[in-house]
Nanobody
């Protein structure tokens, strides 16, 4: 079983930066492509970013491209999301997700394991 624990959420002003971490309790972290998703109040959960098993390939939603960076440290079983130039519309609960093998994925139903989420609030 895979357990994911996000941390690093909080309140930040528009234009500011915030970094999220997701620690995975798994035997071989490097076999799992990882992703970040978010869910704003009253909206469906949406894709934010994903990263391949080695970290060599990344993919971003158009809404965060150029502002967010996903990365991973397989030695620490951790995936990160660095968020810069934050906007009020980035306010959401952010979730990390793990996929059993294969390549990185963009769809929510392609991920088998989910963290509990961490709140990010961007004030204007």
């Amino acid at each position: 079983q895979v357990q994911l624990v996000e941390s690093g959420g909080g309140l930040v002003q528009a234009g500011g930066s915030l970094g999220l971490s997701c620690a995975a309790s798994v035997r071989i972290f490097s076999t799992y492509p990882m992703g970040w998703f978010r869910q704003a109040p009253g909206k469906e959960r949406e894709f934010v970013a994903s990263i391949s098993r080695s970290g060599g390939n990344t993919y971003y939603s158009d809404s965060v491209k150029g502002r967010f960076t996903i990365s991973r440290d397989n030695a620490k079983n951790t995936v990160y999301l660095q968020m810069n130039s934050l906007k009020p519309e980035d306010t959401a609960v952010y979730y990390c997700a793990a996929k059993r093998g294969g390549s990185y994925a963009l769809l929510e139903n392609q991920y088998e394991y989910w963290g509990q989420g961490t709140q990010v609030t961007v004030s204007s």
